[in-house]
């Protein structure tokens, strides 16, 4: 289950993640991505600085956030009954290696639906600037006891 | 870099097929840091009710961009993708399990040049994502 109380709730901000272009490269080719996504001089040549993350790349600094609403009381997430069921990556502009960023999670919503629970979370991700960077929103559906 | 206006809604501009095995599961916890149980140990999987080692859905939803990435030739160009999981993605123990990925254009604004691609990814004869939709700069 999940306490509706959290609804609104902002957990503090992560600590500084550096995106490293090798950490991109394991991280694409784990999700199937082209040896030419992953090329530094394509990569420049497209205008890039370094090597662009994949765009679910962001589900890393998600899971940051997320392991605070798992370990919080107040949120009694019960995560052995959760299941993924929407994820959303809005970018502003794309995660480049080198980029230092940090993660901020907010509650957007919990709903009732059928003896389940809804949860809706926002994680935005923010540059050394502080300027957005992405998006990430991620719905979880809490199992009911008897579902 | 694909011309916007050679478009057409319902062109299929890329299509592709992934073959997952235990391998791929166990590789993409490690690069994604989710490590549940369920996505390699069958003892735990079948513990919680399911039918079996299940994909990550996040690395179905992974690798079902990727053949838009390759014919945009930038992941830079992806402005949003978002998903909804619908059926797990069973994974035997040996073997492999066979995805499937068309990606289709959908809807185009040819005064922003942003275009919309809708992704079917199949598995088993089933769509195992639901509103799978990108938003890409062309």
Redesign the interface.
Known sequence: MVNSNIQGKRYPKSATYLVGREKIR??A??????E??IDLV??EA???RDL?????FP??LQ?FGLKLVIADPEAGLDF?RV?????????KR?I?AGDLLTSELSVTSVKSLGGNHMVVFDTEIFDESNSLVCTA?STLVVRGEDA | MPDISELVIGDVVAEKN?NLDRD?LV??A?????FNPIHYRDDVAVS?GLPGVLAH???T???S??PV??WL????K????????TKPVVVPAKGRAVITVVARIAELDQETKKARIDLQTSFDGNNVLG?SQ?WVQL
Do not use: C
Not at chain 1, 29 to 34: L, N
Not at chain 1, 83 to 91: A, R
Not at chain 2, 73 to 76: A, C, E, L, M, T
Not at chain 2, 78 to 85: A, M, S, T
């Open positions: 394991e991280f080719r784990a999700t199937f991505a082209s030419e996504s394509a990569a497209a205008g890039h662009v993350a994949p765009p679910t589900i890393v899971e052995s299941v993924h069921g929407e994820q959303k990556f809005v970018f794309p480049v929103i | 992934f791929s590789r993409y490690g690069a994604s840091g989710d919680v859905g996040m690395l939803m992974g690798l961009i990727d990435v390759s030739g930038d992941s830079g992806i402005l949003e993708y978002g998903v909804r999981f509103k990108v």
